[in-house]
T-cell receptor
Framework: NAGVTQTPKFQVLKTGQSMTLQCAQD?????MYWYRQDPGMGLRLIYY???????DKGEVPNGYNVSRLNKREFSLRLESAAPSQTSVYFC???????????????FGPGTRLTVL | GEDVEQSLFLSVREGDSSVINCTYT??????LYWYKQEPGAGLQLLTY?????DMKQDQRLTVLLNKKDKHLSLRIADTQTGDSAIYFC???????????FGTGTRLQVFP
């Protein structure tokens, strides 16, 4: 099991460029999430998907779009990147591990994005 | 709305105990979590506590929950250099799988 994988690991964009961050999980989880991590602000939820075919806004959705392509994949798109979107982006999925009474969130390794 | 707060930094000597504190606001949270983030990596779940518990111990880790004060703490006994990382507390929003994370506490362990 690879768990949660993200591509790319690093990316530098110019203001106004677009790009898509990819995320995939092989744990058969229903729920998937996109967060951004900024110094002193912890992780903030951008969008989440409770199941295939559904997506909902989180705390900071402006400037982003998402696609839940299938149960495995959840992508995050920046249509017109801005310097304020310089951040580390984490994808996560949640599901129940053996013996656990609740769903646990599993995180990918992150994508470090710089917008110049 | 929900809010989770932590102090930003903690520095301890190797072999001492570390205590990382967290306050949260949602009294209906069912689960509270501690995650660890090592440099350049994603978050890994360290431990969790159910809201009807006061304490949970897991090897070197002790979690204390004070529901009245909405205060959560993580104690790491015999702190090692490998414990240097950012520690996040998180509360689970009632009836969802969504988490609200704190700002993270950077733990630095020095020899």
């Amino acid at each position: 099991n690879a768990g949660v994988t993200q591509t790319p690991k690093f990316q530098v964009l110019k203001t106004g460029q677009s790009m898509t961050l990819q995320c995939a999980q092989d744990m058969n989880h229903n729920s998937m999430y996109w967060y951004r991590q900024d110094p002193g602000m912890g992780l903030r939820l951008i969008y989440y998907s409770a199941s295939e075919g559904t997506t909902d806004k989180g705390e900071v959705p402006n400037g982003y779009n998402v696609s839940r392509l299938n149960k495995r994949e959840f992508s995050l798109r920046l249509e017109s990147a801005a310097p304020s979107q310089t951040s580390v982006y984490f994808c996560a999925s949640s599901g129940r591990t053996s013996g656990s009474p609740h769903n646990e969130q599993f995180f990918g390794p992150g994508t470090r994005l710089t917008v110049l | 709305g929900e809010d989770v707060e932590q102090s930003l930094f903690l520095s301890v000597r190797e072999g001492d105990s570390s205590v990382i504190n967290c306050t949260y606001t949602d009294s209906s949270s069912t689960y509270l979590y501690w995650y660890k983030q090592e440099p350049g990596a994603g978050l890994q779940l360290l431990t969790y506590i159910f809201s009807n518990m006061d304490m949970k111990q897991d090897q070197r880790l002790t979690v204390l929950l004070n529901k009245k004060d909405k205060h959560l703490s993580l104690r790491i006994a015999d702190t090692q250099t490998g414990d240097s990382a950012i520690y996040f507390c998180a509360e689970r929003i009632y009836n969802t799988d969504k988490l609200i994370f704190g700002t993270g506490t950077r733990l630095q362990v020095f020899p």
